[in-house]
């Protein structure tokens, strides 16, 4: 269990350093420095890097550099459209099942997005933006759904912050607005089509020239 839990810790903080552009494309990246920097032997850090690898954000060439992978827009592209089918499904599932706390946490969440977005708050809004579609992902009760999302998601969060600091935005509220309209009113066909509405507008930003 120890384990487990250093390789998840050393996973995550890797992951977030990553997406948040600390690690940059095309930087070499090396157990040895990052153990000691994150307080953690190497093994967990090894298995961090092999994950990241399977999921994209790295790449490694045996016995020559592990590095962080290029933002290629077709990959992220990729990514949200099988994140944005996964969301629709969720949504499905859902719907039906939510609760007026369920609805509560989605309106808060989304004060907090819209909060962040008007101030600049990268970091802020895509942590809201995240518990708001995760009621959803929750509720649905479906774990491979759950499992996809988690993957994919940071492939993506690395073009939106790279937008957004080129002063473009993150997702509007409105369209959460809608969102969160529909599930209230347990109308499953309009949360799908919202949900699809804002996992496309992910797809058409990945064809944005920077």
Known sequence: MRRTLLRDRAYEAIRDAI?????APGAVVRDAGLAELLGLSRAPVREAFSRLVDEGLLESKPQSYTRVTPLVTADV???AAVVGAMHELAAR??????E????EVMREANVRFADAVRAGDVDAALTADDELHDVLVRVSGNRAA???????????????RRRF???GNCRSAGLHDELIDA???????????VTAEIWGALEDLADVEP
């Open 146 to 160: 759950a499992a996809t999302v988690a993957r994919y998601t940071p492939l993506i969060r690395r073009l939106e």
């Open 183 to 193: 599930c209230a009113e347990r109308d499953v066909a309009a949360a799908v089509r």
């Open 19 to 23: 997406v948040a552009g600390e690690l």
């Open 77 to 79: 592209r990729d990514a």
């Open 165 to 167: 600091g080129e002063g």
């Open 93 to 98: 599932a859902a719907v039906p099942r939510l």
């Open 100 to 103: 007026a706390p369920h609805i």
